[in-house]
């Protein structure tokens, strides 16, 4: 097995600030005895030079293509859409395993180069828990732009929220949240009412936090989980709350948390809609009132329903990126240990779980596509 692992650059993702190495997993990594390779990048958060500094080799952008078959190329969000084979081991979010959109293309150029996809979404340990998500971050970022969002539409019923960008640090994001809630708060004589579904996991948990620091009264937040699901949607406490948060990690089908006929009640409150979850495309999708995966630029989507207030959906699917520094480093830490096995990852129980689970998802592919 190579010891030889190749960092690529997001290309093709150029709001995509995040990076699954740091400059500090990257100097454990050498100093573990690995030889990193690292693309240079104009837009990951950590200086080029960053990497160089503890021993890393810089390399021009998009050169993993030609880099020799055994080093282990590393990324973070899914490889740009083209058409030829794949060859080396990857290790990556892909979202294809899920029947999202064109996810039988994206597997199949994997397998028609003989090369392995080991997917960063399932990467798990011996009771089936990931070992590292983004999943705090995602939910901290979904709140903080759903509290944003839901204050802009008091002020400004007929016109979008504007593009985001990302942030240096939690404390500039929080301080921009806390503004926007006294904007709203001297509009409504109140502070919202923010219902948060999968609030006792690493993404709920997140954007729970977000709400309390930013100044949420604790009794304004609803934390569900499990247990208040339990009786299927949907729910009128999501119609009668003013932001709703979704942090459920989707495995099949469930009732709708939401769907139009719901919204259609007299009672509705509710003005935002923050889908951290992102499951835009998957039929299952618990939260059937819009079709479009949003963006920074264009970071929400509006529902169309009658009377007031207006509604609209947050369903962007790299929110981390709001804390890009912040997020990279705790998502890495938890990664760091895996990736110190990946010189023999096929005696890697993680390791081998995610090349299991790809052969299982190759297994699936039309025959068309191989």
Known sequence: ????????????????????????????????????????????????????????????????????????????KELPIETFPLEHVHVQFAHCYKQQA????????????????????????DNGRRVAAFGYHAGFAGAALAIQDWAWQLEHKSEPFPSVESYDNETALITDVEKALTRGKEKTGKAPRVLVIGAKGRCGGGAVDLCKRAGVPKENILEWDLAETAKGGPFAEIIESDIFVNCIYLTSKIPNFVDMPSLQSSNRKLSVVCDVSADTTNPNNPIPIYDVATTFTKPTVPVMVKGEPPLSVISIDHLPSLLPREASEAFSRLLLPHLKQLRDWRKDPVWARAEKLFREKVATLPKSEL
């Open 1 to 76: 097995m190579s010891s030889t692992l190749h960092l690529r650059s997001e290309l093709g993702k150029d709001l995509e600030r995040r990076s699954a190495l740091t400059p500090s997993t990257t100097k454990a990594l050498i100093d573990a005895g690995y030889t990193v390779n690292v693309e240079r990048s104009p837009q990951r958060i950590f200086d080029d030079s960053d990497y160089a500094d503890v021993g890393a080799t810089l390399v021009p952008e998009n050169t993993w293509r030609n880099a020799p078959k055994d080093h282990i190329i590393i990324g973070l």
């Open 102 to 125: 064109g996810w039988e293309k994206v597997l199949a150029r994997h397998a028609r180069g003989g090369g392995v996809l080991l997917d960063l979404e399932f990467l798990t340990d």
